[in-house]
Protein backbone atom coordinates (compact mmCIF):
# COMPACT_ATOMS: atom_id res chain seq x y z
CA UNK A 1 0.00 0.00 0.00
CA UNK A 2 1.16 3.79 -0.65
CA UNK A 3 2.39 5.40 2.63
CA UNK A 4 0.36 7.91 3.97
CA UNK A 5 0.94 11.53 2.29
CA UNK A 6 2.23 13.14 5.45
CA UNK A 7 4.49 11.64 7.95
CA UNK A 8 4.88 12.47 11.60
CA UNK A 9 8.26 12.32 11.15
CA UNK A 10 9.12 15.57 9.45
CA UNK A 11 7.54 18.34 8.06
CA UNK A 12 5.12 18.51 5.48
CA UNK A 13 6.55 18.44 2.11
CA UNK A 14 7.15 20.85 -0.64
CA UNK A 15 6.31 20.23 -4.28
CA UNK A 16 9.02 17.60 -5.87
CA UNK A 17 10.31 19.20 -8.69
CA UNK A 18 12.09 16.85 -11.76
CA UNK A 19 15.90 18.80 -10.74
CA UNK A 20 18.67 19.19 -12.69
CA UNK A 21 19.42 17.40 -16.05
CA UNK A 22 23.33 16.40 -15.47
CA UNK A 23 25.13 14.13 -13.77
CA UNK A 24 26.64 15.91 -11.11
CA UNK A 25 26.30 14.52 -7.15
CA UNK A 26 24.11 16.93 -5.10
CA UNK A 27 25.05 17.91 -1.86
CA UNK A 28 23.39 16.95 0.36
CA UNK A 29 20.89 14.94 -1.43
CA UNK A 30 18.46 11.94 -0.43
CA UNK A 31 21.21 9.29 -2.00
CA UNK A 32 23.83 9.76 -0.49
CA UNK A 33 27.20 8.99 -3.10
CA UNK A 34 28.77 5.81 -2.08
CA UNK A 35 25.48 4.63 -2.75
CA UNK A 36 25.37 6.16 -6.32
CA UNK A 37 28.82 4.94 -6.70
CA UNK A 38 27.80 1.42 -5.64
CA UNK A 39 25.14 0.93 -8.06
CA UNK A 40 27.08 2.74 -10.82
CA UNK A 41 29.32 -0.47 -10.60
CA UNK A 42 26.58 -2.70 -10.09
CA UNK A 43 25.34 -1.59 -13.88
CA UNK A 44 28.51 -1.54 -15.03
CA UNK A 45 30.01 -4.76 -13.40
CA UNK A 46 27.24 -6.91 -12.15
CA UNK A 47 24.41 -5.77 -15.02
CA UNK A 48 27.39 -5.50 -18.09
CA UNK A 49 25.45 -2.29 -19.15
CA UNK A 50 26.57 0.12 -21.69
CA UNK A 51 28.24 3.20 -20.89
CA UNK A 52 26.21 5.06 -22.43
CA UNK A 53 23.05 3.54 -20.42
CA UNK A 54 25.44 3.75 -16.84
CA UNK A 55 25.57 7.30 -17.50
CA UNK A 56 22.24 7.71 -18.43
CA UNK A 57 20.79 5.83 -15.29
CA UNK A 58 22.87 7.36 -12.56
CA UNK A 59 22.44 10.65 -14.18
CA UNK A 60 18.66 10.20 -13.85
CA UNK A 61 19.19 9.05 -10.09
CA UNK A 62 21.17 11.99 -9.34
CA UNK A 63 18.28 13.94 -10.50
CA UNK A 64 15.51 12.37 -8.70
CA UNK A 65 18.21 12.89 -5.48
CA UNK A 66 18.26 16.35 -6.12
CA UNK A 67 14.56 16.84 -6.65
CA UNK A 68 13.86 14.44 -3.31
CA UNK A 69 16.30 16.74 -1.24
CA UNK A 70 14.79 20.12 -2.08
CA UNK A 71 11.34 18.35 -1.32
CA UNK A 72 12.46 17.68 2.32
CA UNK A 73 13.16 14.04 1.59
CA UNK A 74 16.37 13.10 4.18
CA UNK A 75 17.20 9.58 3.02
CA UNK A 76 16.22 6.35 0.81
CA UNK A 77 13.99 4.60 3.73
CA UNK A 78 12.22 8.15 3.21
CA UNK A 79 11.18 7.65 -0.17
CA UNK A 80 7.40 7.28 -1.29
CA UNK A 81 5.58 5.86 -3.97
CA UNK A 82 3.86 9.55 -4.22
CA UNK A 83 7.31 11.06 -4.21
CA UNK A 84 8.07 9.36 -7.23
CA UNK A 85 5.14 10.12 -9.01
CA UNK A 86 4.92 13.52 -8.34
CA UNK A 87 8.72 13.25 -9.75
CA UNK A 88 7.25 12.16 -12.76
CA UNK A 89 4.21 14.69 -12.90
CA UNK A 90 6.57 17.64 -12.65
CA UNK A 91 8.46 16.50 -15.45
CA UNK A 92 5.19 15.83 -17.70
CA UNK A 93 4.04 19.10 -16.87
CA UNK A 94 7.10 20.91 -17.92
CA UNK A 95 7.00 19.60 -21.22
CA UNK A 96 9.57 16.97 -21.02
CA UNK A 97 9.17 14.17 -23.69
CA UNK A 98 7.13 10.82 -22.80
CA UNK A 99 10.44 9.14 -23.91
CA UNK A 100 12.49 10.49 -21.53
CA UNK A 101 10.26 9.88 -18.20
CA UNK A 102 9.58 6.23 -19.41
CA UNK A 103 13.17 6.20 -19.08
CA UNK A 104 13.57 8.36 -15.78
CA UNK A 105 11.01 5.82 -14.22
CA UNK A 106 13.03 2.58 -15.59
CA UNK A 107 15.83 3.91 -13.40
CA UNK A 108 14.21 5.16 -10.68
CA UNK A 109 12.61 1.46 -10.34
CA UNK A 110 16.53 -0.59 -11.46
CA UNK A 111 17.52 1.65 -8.54
CA UNK A 112 15.55 1.17 -5.77
CA UNK A 113 14.76 -2.95 -6.65
CA UNK A 114 18.40 -2.76 -6.35
CA UNK A 115 18.80 -0.71 -3.00
CA UNK A 116 16.17 -3.48 -1.62
CA UNK A 117 18.06 -6.55 -2.66
CA UNK A 118 21.35 -5.31 -1.14
CA UNK A 119 19.57 -4.47 1.88
CA UNK A 120 19.82 -0.69 1.99
CA UNK A 121 15.32 -0.27 2.07
CA UNK A 122 13.14 -2.66 3.76
CA UNK A 123 10.50 -1.79 0.99
CA UNK A 124 10.66 -0.85 -2.82
CA UNK A 125 8.26 2.26 -3.14
CA UNK A 126 8.67 1.73 -6.74
CA UNK A 127 7.17 -1.41 -7.51
CA UNK A 128 3.72 0.26 -8.45
CA UNK A 129 5.51 3.07 -10.24
CA UNK A 130 4.48 2.92 -13.68
CA UNK A 131 5.65 5.16 -16.42
CA UNK A 132 3.80 6.70 -19.91
CA UNK A 133 3.93 4.70 -22.89
CA UNK A 134 6.94 5.52 -25.33
CA UNK A 135 4.26 5.60 -28.31
CA UNK A 136 5.36 3.96 -31.85
CA UNK A 137 6.62 6.58 -33.53
CA UNK A 138 8.28 6.54 -36.42
CA UNK A 139 12.00 6.80 -36.93
CA UNK A 140 13.12 9.66 -39.88
CA UNK A 141 14.67 7.40 -42.80
CA UNK A 142 15.97 8.48 -46.29
CA UNK A 143 14.56 7.58 -49.04
CA UNK A 144 16.85 5.15 -51.18
CA UNK A 145 17.46 7.73 -54.10
CA UNK A 146 18.61 10.17 -51.00
CA UNK A 147 20.93 7.23 -49.44
CA UNK A 148 22.73 6.62 -52.91
CA UNK A 149 23.43 10.64 -53.24
CA UNK A 150 24.46 10.94 -50.00
CA UNK A 151 26.96 7.90 -50.71
CA UNK A 152 27.84 10.00 -54.36
CA UNK A 153 28.90 12.77 -52.08
CA UNK A 154 30.86 10.91 -49.88
CA UNK A 155 32.64 9.03 -52.66
CA UNK A 156 33.32 12.47 -54.82
CA UNK A 157 34.40 14.24 -51.61
CA UNK A 158 36.94 11.18 -51.16
CA UNK A 159 38.69 12.11 -54.17
CA UNK A 160 40.36 15.45 -52.65
CA UNK A 161 43.47 13.79 -51.52
CA UNK A 162 42.27 14.05 -47.62
CA UNK A 163 42.53 10.95 -46.11
CA UNK A 164 39.90 12.26 -43.36
CA UNK A 165 37.47 12.27 -46.36
CA UNK A 166 38.42 8.79 -47.25
CA UNK A 167 37.69 7.71 -44.01
CA UNK A 168 34.05 9.72 -44.16
CA UNK A 169 32.74 7.68 -47.18
CA UNK A 170 33.85 4.34 -45.79
CA UNK A 171 32.14 5.40 -42.42
CA UNK A 172 29.15 5.92 -44.22
CA UNK A 173 29.06 3.04 -46.12
CA UNK A 174 29.46 1.07 -43.54
CA UNK A 175 26.95 2.55 -41.43
CA UNK A 176 24.26 2.20 -44.36
CA UNK A 177 25.40 -1.11 -45.41
CA UNK A 178 25.20 -2.85 -42.34
CA UNK A 179 22.63 -1.02 -39.87
CA UNK A 180 24.96 -0.98 -37.58
CA UNK A 181 24.78 1.85 -34.37
CA UNK A 182 27.33 4.54 -34.14
CA UNK A 183 29.21 3.28 -30.70
CA UNK A 184 29.45 -0.52 -32.66
CA UNK A 185 31.09 1.31 -35.58
CA UNK A 186 33.78 3.50 -33.28
CA UNK A 187 34.63 0.43 -31.26
CA UNK A 188 35.93 -1.65 -34.55
CA UNK A 189 39.03 -2.75 -34.58
CA UNK A 190 41.34 -3.35 -37.89
CA UNK A 191 40.54 -7.28 -37.49
CA UNK A 192 37.03 -6.37 -37.26
CA UNK A 193 36.68 -6.25 -40.55
CA UNK A 194 36.93 -9.43 -42.80
CA UNK A 195 36.78 -7.72 -46.75
CA UNK A 196 36.75 -10.79 -48.75
CA UNK A 197 33.93 -12.10 -46.56
CA UNK A 198 31.98 -8.96 -46.90
CA UNK A 199 31.27 -8.94 -42.83
CA UNK A 200 31.94 -7.04 -39.74
CA UNK A 201 31.95 -8.39 -36.34
CA UNK A 202 29.91 -6.21 -34.07
CA UNK A 203 29.97 -5.64 -30.32
CA UNK A 204 26.59 -4.74 -29.58
CA UNK A 205 24.31 -4.24 -26.28
CA UNK A 206 25.17 -6.26 -23.51
CA UNK A 207 28.32 -7.33 -25.04
CA UNK A 208 26.78 -9.70 -27.27
CA UNK A 209 29.08 -10.49 -30.44
CA UNK A 210 27.11 -10.75 -34.05
CA UNK A 211 28.19 -10.72 -37.32
CA UNK A 212 27.27 -8.33 -40.21
CA UNK A 213 26.77 -8.36 -43.75
CA UNK A 214 27.91 -5.40 -46.37
CA UNK A 215 27.46 -5.24 -49.72
CA UNK A 216 30.58 -4.31 -52.40
CA UNK A 217 30.36 -0.53 -52.00
CA UNK A 218 31.33 -0.88 -48.15
CA UNK A 219 33.74 -2.88 -49.30
CA UNK A 220 35.60 -0.26 -52.26
CA UNK A 221 35.18 2.25 -49.86
CA UNK A 222 36.96 0.15 -46.60
CA UNK A 223 39.80 -1.36 -48.70
CA UNK A 224 40.45 2.42 -50.50
CA UNK A 225 40.62 3.56 -45.97
CA UNK A 226 42.66 0.98 -44.92
CA UNK A 227 44.97 0.92 -47.90
CA UNK A 228 45.54 4.41 -48.70
CA UNK A 229 44.23 6.42 -45.83
CA UNK A 230 44.40 5.31 -42.67
CA UNK A 231 48.11 4.76 -42.81
CA UNK A 232 48.67 8.52 -43.45
CA UNK A 233 46.50 9.12 -40.23
CA UNK A 234 48.19 6.28 -37.92
CA UNK A 235 50.48 7.08 -35.17
CA UNK A 236 51.76 4.67 -32.27
CA UNK A 237 48.55 5.67 -30.56
CA UNK A 238 45.96 4.00 -32.70
CA UNK A 239 46.43 0.90 -31.66
CA UNK A 240 44.02 -1.48 -33.99
CA UNK A 241 41.42 0.97 -34.33
CA UNK A 242 39.37 0.84 -37.32
CA UNK A 243 38.45 4.69 -37.94
CA UNK A 244 40.78 7.36 -37.06
CA UNK A 245 40.57 11.00 -36.46
CA UNK A 246 42.91 13.39 -37.75
CA UNK A 247 45.49 12.98 -34.81
CA UNK A 248 45.24 9.23 -35.26
CA UNK A 249 43.02 7.95 -31.96
CA UNK A 250 40.06 6.34 -32.46
CA UNK A 251 37.14 8.28 -34.01
CA UNK A 252 34.19 8.97 -31.39
CA UNK A 253 30.43 9.09 -31.99
CA UNK A 254 30.61 13.05 -32.04
CA UNK A 255 33.23 12.94 -34.71
CA UNK A 256 30.93 9.94 -36.80
CA UNK A 257 27.50 12.51 -36.18
CA UNK A 258 29.14 15.72 -37.20
CA UNK A 259 30.44 14.06 -40.52
CA UNK A 260 26.52 12.27 -41.39
CA UNK A 261 25.08 15.56 -40.26
CA UNK A 262 27.54 17.61 -42.28
CA UNK A 263 26.80 15.78 -45.90
CA UNK A 264 23.45 15.30 -45.47
CA UNK A 265 23.33 19.13 -45.49
CA UNK A 266 24.40 19.17 -49.38
CA UNK A 267 21.14 17.55 -49.90
CA UNK A 268 18.42 20.07 -49.63
CA UNK A 269 15.36 17.86 -49.71
CA UNK A 270 16.74 15.19 -47.28
CA UNK A 271 15.86 14.74 -43.40
CA UNK A 272 18.45 16.19 -41.18
CA UNK A 273 19.14 12.82 -39.43
CA UNK A 274 22.46 11.30 -37.70
CA UNK A 275 24.30 7.58 -38.02
CA UNK A 276 21.23 6.19 -36.08
CA UNK A 277 18.86 7.45 -39.10
CA UNK A 278 20.94 5.65 -41.53
CA UNK A 279 20.45 2.49 -39.08
CA UNK A 280 16.55 3.16 -39.52
CA UNK A 281 17.19 3.67 -43.46
CA UNK A 282 19.10 0.61 -43.63
CA UNK A 283 16.39 -1.49 -41.93
CA UNK A 284 13.78 0.15 -43.52
CA UNK A 285 15.10 -0.50 -46.75
CA UNK A 286 15.84 -4.17 -46.24
CA UNK A 287 12.63 -4.63 -45.82
CA UNK A 288 11.04 -2.93 -48.52
CA UNK A 289 13.48 -4.94 -50.58
CA UNK A 290 11.69 -8.33 -49.18
CA UNK A 291 14.18 -9.20 -46.28
CA UNK A 292 12.30 -10.97 -43.81
CA UNK A 293 12.13 -9.48 -40.26
CA UNK A 294 13.68 -11.92 -38.38
CA UNK A 295 16.60 -11.46 -40.33
CA UNK A 296 16.50 -7.55 -39.68
CA UNK A 297 16.33 -8.62 -36.54
CA UNK A 298 19.57 -10.77 -36.10
CA UNK A 299 21.80 -8.13 -38.52
CA UNK A 300 20.38 -4.72 -36.15
CA UNK A 301 21.16 -6.82 -32.78
CA UNK A 302 17.70 -6.24 -31.67
CA UNK A 303 17.23 -8.67 -28.44
CA UNK A 304 12.84 -8.11 -29.16
CA UNK A 305 11.33 -8.82 -32.67
CA UNK A 306 8.57 -6.22 -31.71
CA UNK A 307 11.48 -3.90 -31.14
CA UNK A 308 12.60 -4.35 -35.16
CA UNK A 309 8.62 -4.56 -36.09
CA UNK A 310 8.65 -0.55 -36.10
CA UNK A 311 10.26 -0.58 -39.34
CA UNK A 312 7.18 -2.05 -41.02
CA UNK A 313 5.22 0.84 -39.81
CA UNK A 314 7.18 2.94 -41.75
CA UNK A 315 6.82 0.15 -45.50
CA UNK A 316 3.43 0.47 -44.28
CA UNK A 317 2.87 3.82 -44.12
CA UNK A 318 4.61 4.37 -47.56
CA UNK A 319 2.50 1.70 -49.10
CA UNK A 320 -0.37 3.42 -47.75
CA UNK A 321 0.93 7.15 -49.12
CA UNK A 322 1.33 5.43 -52.40
CA UNK A 323 -1.90 3.61 -52.85
CA UNK A 324 -4.08 6.74 -51.81
CA UNK A 325 -1.76 8.84 -54.60
CA UNK A 326 -2.15 6.30 -57.21
CA UNK A 327 -5.86 3.97 -56.48
CA UNK A 328 -8.49 5.61 -58.35
CA UNK A 329 -10.90 4.82 -55.72
CA UNK A 330 -8.32 5.52 -52.87
Do not use: C
Not at 312 to 318: F, N, P, Y
Amino acid sequence: MDQPAVEPSREPREKVTSGGQGVHKPTPGAVDDDVLDAFQRHLSAERNRSEHTVRAYVGDVTALSHALATAGVSGLSDITLSDLRTWLGEMAAQGSASSTIARRSAAARTFLRWAKQTGRIEKDPAVRLGAPSKGRHLPGVLKQAEADSLMDLAAVAADDDDPVHNRNRAILELLYASGMRVGELTGLDVDDVDLPGQVARVLGKGAKERTVPFGAPAVEALRAWLEEGRPRLATNESGPALFLGRRGRRVDQRQVRSVVHELLAHLPDAADLGPHGLRHSAATHLLEGGADLRTVQEMLGHASLATTQIYTHVSVDRLRAAYRQAHPRA
